[in-house]
């Protein structure tokens, strides 16, 4: 309370965090000053000073120390107002309880909302992380099967050649919502890209009957072209397969 009303409450809040983690290394042992420090980051992130998953790994991670030295005085996932946010890492180093994070992929965050991951994702992605990203979509697919996220993960998929993988993002679309063409189409693509000619020729077809002909017209047009694609894609390697098993003169 003292720290959000002075004139500079985030750096108050981080000196208050410095001078319990001295008192901490003094007396390894002592639980409140455990808690103290993890109210004062569950507040840093609560009161927009610093809404870093980090932020609240480090407020888990000093209720998981408490837990640990007092196990009576954690209560449901809660104690003492303190929320339970995310997985954070604890080492000991000789013998003192260290609050520490090894990577920001070891943190899950339980009371986020897709949106939070997808922005991770957005962020891994553009720091060169597709793999952090795609993690982070799987946990934002896990909270809304969003069809969004899906097309986001195959997207990232065909960019690291995944083609396969992509795919299934699709399949797992289409399971959810057979009715849609569009996404038929763009599975099409993708196994277009695969040399798959008559997997794709079949959903396009598929992608053409979903799409009614007054809604659709665009898509439609798009779904025809792609499947005259495919088709004189598969005729031609029919064609040379012919070719090739002539017997030669």
């Known amino acids: 309370e003292t720290a959000l009303n002075s004139d500079n409450p985030k750096a ?24 103290q420090m993890a109210r004062g980051h ?6 927009g000073f610093d809404r870093s998953f980090g932020r609240l790994a480090l407020a888990e991670a ?3 120390i408490v ?4 196990p009576d005085a954690a209560d449901g996932g809660q104690l003492r107002g303190v929320t339970i946010a995310v997985t954070g890492k604890i080492e000991s180093s000789g013998g003192i309880p260290w609050i520490t994070i090894k990577s920001m992929k070891q943190i899950v965050l339980r009371t986020a909302s897709h949106p939070d991951y997808l922005k991770q994702a957005m962020d891994k ?6 793999d952090g990203a795609i993690a982070d ?3 934002a697919i896990e909270l809304t099967h969003e069809p969004s996220l899906y097309i986001q993960r195959a997207e990232i998929k065909v960019k690291k050649d995944d083609l396969e993988g992509a795919i299934s993002d699709y399949d797992q679309l289409i399971e959810r919502h057979p009715q849609q063409g569009v996404f038929y189409l763009s599975r099409a693509r993708l196994k277009m890209k695969k040399r798959d000619y008559e997997g794709a020729v079949a959903d396009c077809d598929l992608a053409i009957a979903g799409m009614p002909e007054q809604r659709d017209n665009m898509m439609r047009t798009q779904a025809y ?16 397969q012919d070719e090739a098993e002539r017997p030669k003169l």
């Open 67 to 70: 837990r640990r030295l007092a």
């Open 42 to 47: 569950d507040l840093l992130y609560v009161t």
């Open 62 to 64: 000093a209720i998981n």
């Open 225 to 240: 072209s792609a499947r005259a694609e495919a088709e004189k894609a598969k005729d031609k390697i029919k064609h040379a």
């Open 12 to 35: 108050r809040f981080l000196d208050g965090i410095d001078l319990l983690a001295r008192a901490i290394r003094l007396d390894p042992a002592f639980v409140d000053a455990y808690y």
């Open 137 to 139: 979509l799987d946990r």
């Open 125 to 130: 992605q553009a720091n060169g992380d597709p």
